[in-house]
């Protein structure tokens, strides 16, 4: 059996038709298969290869991190220099009660971590989520997913959950002093690309303080520069009370973290002792290659061109069988007539060189969310692919 063949019987499946692409290599903005064919990347992973595939920076980290060691203990007992110092640089980049760091192996464990934290913190049994969001596929996580479709076969979920809708000011009403968190993703990703009202994040802040109820921003999507700021909350003018990251905080290795302030954190420590607890969570190996990411997006100033490459896709992705683009940054939805003519786009755009692909709540949208170096030339080129494949389908 080849690969592919082995890959279809020995690894499990989470669709009946996996892309089923074989890439033997990566670089930059660009993808190659076994035959040698390359991909121009639109999707990054998913919103993870920020700086790119294999960014030097990053492979020189991981390289040299793992010649000095790799799992010690388990997390929060030893000083380990590559959490220490990619802690010290986030927070140093965000307000400053967000001060202190939790990190985890993946964005859903992140998402746990932050609700159970709001609980154990406010002493409140409720958390209210958002219809359209995705935060991931553990139990708690699944258990706040905004679509019935995804929840509903894998019931009993988590008690004390209320789905609200996005901008949506009455639903608000619903948020009281048994509520311990509202979390929300910043611009709803899977949703396909919704980007807040400003006067009703700002309702949905005022409303958290005044209930006193902590408000979860998850930023696992959108921030680390896609958004077009470092964090998409400073666009919006508000602060959580919590802010999850993950996809691109590990710079292509897998790595999450909860962010809140040593006050909120403290409450994990003691009534249980040992409240939230990993073997594997900030891996010393992760952190140096997210430290590095993180480096190289600043170092080079990723961010600062996001806007006005967005701009330029926009610009470019005019046909008339696009019904609409949503984006902010670079995270846009394309939206077209129905998931047929979607899948159709996508399969020819992936067969001319270009990989995209659908979002789990708006399958009628192609995603672009690619890595933030993509150049004027590549957009242009990408955009030229997704108006051909329109003008032929
Ligand atoms: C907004 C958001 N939150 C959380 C998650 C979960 O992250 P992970 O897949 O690393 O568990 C995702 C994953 O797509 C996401 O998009």
Same mark, same amino acid.
């Given at each position: 059996?080849?690969?592919?063949?082995?890959?279809?019987?020995?690894?499990?499946?989470?669709?009946?038709?996996?892309?089923?692409?074989?890439?033997?290599?990566? %670089?930059?903005?660009?993808?190659?298969?076994?035959?040698?064919?390359?991909?121009?990347?639109?999707?990054?992973?998913?919103?993870?290869?920020?700086?790119?595939?294999?960014?030097?920076?990053?492979?020189?980290?991981?390289?040299?991190? %793992?010649?000095?060691?790799?799992?010690?203990?388990?997390?929060?007992?030893?000083?380990?220099?590559?959490?220490?110092?990619?802690?010290?640089?986030?927070?140093?980049? +965000?307000?400053?009660?967000?001060?202190?760091?939790?990190?985890?192996?993946?964005?859903?464990?992140?998402?746990?971590?932050?609700?159970?934290?709001?609980?154990?913190?406010?002493?409140?049994?409720?958390?209210?989520?958002?219809?359209?969001?995705?935060?991931?596929?553990?139990?708690?996580?699944?258990?706040?997913?905004?679509?019935?479709? /995804?929840?509903?076969?894998?019931?009993?979920?988590?008690?004390?959950?209320?789905?609200?809708?996005?901008?949506? /000011?009455?639903?608000?009403?619903?948020?009281?002093?048994?509520?311990?968190?509202?979390?929300?993703?910043?611009?709803?990703?899977?949703?396909?690309?919704?980007?807040?009202?400003?006067?009703?994040?700002? %309702?949905?802040?005022?409303?958290?303080?005044?209930?006193? *109820?902590?408000?979860?921003?998850?930023?696992?999507?959108?921030?680390?520069?896609?958004?077009?700021?470092?964090?998409?909350?400073?666009?919006?003018?508000?602060?959580?009370?919590?802010?999850?990251?993950?996809?691109?905080?590990?710079?292509?290795?897998?790595?999450?973290?909860?962010?809140?302030?040593? =006050?909120?954190?403290?409450?994990?420590?003691?009534?249980?002792?040992?409240?939230?607890?990993?073997?594997?969570?900030?891996?010393?190996?992760?952190?140096?290659?997210?430290?590095?990411?993180?480096?190289? +997006?600043?170092? =080079?100033?990723?961010?600062?061109?996001?806007?006005?490459?967005?701009?330029?896709?926009?610009?470019?992705?005019?046909?008339?069988?696009?019904?609409?683009?949503?984006?902010?940054?670079?995270?846009?939805?394309?939206?077209?007539?129905?998931? =047929?003519?979607?899948?159709? *786009?996508?399969?020819?755009?992936?067969?001319?060189?270009? +990989?995209?692909?659908?979002?789990?709540? %708006?399958?009628?949208?192609?995603?672009?969310?690619?890595?933030?170096?993509?150049?004027? =030339?590549?957009?242009?080129?990408?955009?030229?692919?997704?108006?051909?494949? +329109?003008?032929?389908?």
């Amino acid at each position: 059996m080849n690969n592919r063949q082995l890959f279809l019987q020995h690894v499990a499946q989470t669709t009946d038709a996996p892309l089923a692409l074989e890439i033997v290599k990566a %670089a930059g903005m660009y993808m190659w298969d076994a035959d040698g064919k390359q991909y121009l990347d639109l999707i990054a992973g998913i919103s993870v290869c920020n700086v790119g595939h294999c960014h030097p920076a990053v492979v020189t980290a991981i390289q040299e991190q %793992a010649q000095q060691y790799m799992h010690l203990l388990v997390y929060g007992e030893f000083v380990q220099s590559p959490q220490v110092s990619y802690a010290k640089l986030l927070t140093d980049h +965000l307000p400053d009660h967000l001060n202190c760091v939790y990190f985890t192996n993946s964005g859903a464990e992140a998402v746990e971590g932050a609700m159970k934290l709001a609980k154990r913190y406010t002493g409140r049994p409720e958390i209210a989520a958002f219809n359209r969001s995705y935060h991931g596929s553990t139990q708690g996580a699944l258990s706040i997913l905004g679509d019935e479709y /995804f929840r509903n076969a894998y019931r009993p979920l988590l008690p004390g959950i209320q789905h609200l809708e996005y901008n949506n /000011f009455e639903s608000l009403e619903l948020i009281t002093v048994n509520t311990a968190a509202v979390i929300a993703e910043s611009v709803q990703a899977e949703g396909g690309v919704i980007v807040p009202q400003r006067e009703w994040i700002h %309702a949905l802040r005022n409303k958290c303080t005044a209930t006193g *109820t902590l408000l979860i921003l998850d930023e696992v999507q959108c921030g680390l520069g896609r958004n077009g700021t470092l964090w998409a909350f400073q666009q919006h003018g508000i602060e959580p009370d919590i802010l999850i990251l993950g996809k691109a905080l590990g710079g292509g290795m897998p790595l999450g973290a909860f962010i809140s302030s040593k =006050e909120i954190m403290w409450s994990l420590t003691h009534a249980p002792i040992l409240g939230h607890i990993t073997t594997f969570g900030g891996h010393p190996v992760n952190c140096a290659a997210g430290k590095a990411a993180f480096q190289a +997006l600043l170092n =080079e100033n990723l961010v600062k061109d996001v806007n006005a490459k967005g701009a330029l896709f926009l610009q470019h992705l005019k046909h008339p069988r696009i019904k609409a683009v949503r984006s902010l940054g670079l995270m846009m939805a394309v939206q077209l007539e129905s998931f =047929e003519v979607n899948k159709k *786009t996508i399969d020819y755009c992936i067969a001319h060189g270009v +990989l995209t692909d659908w979002f789990l709540f %708006a399958s009628d949208c192609m995603r672009i969310a690619p890595p933030l170096l993509i150049t004027e =030339e590549q957009i242009i080129e990408a955009c030229k692919v997704i108006c051909e494949a +329109l003008d032929q389908i």
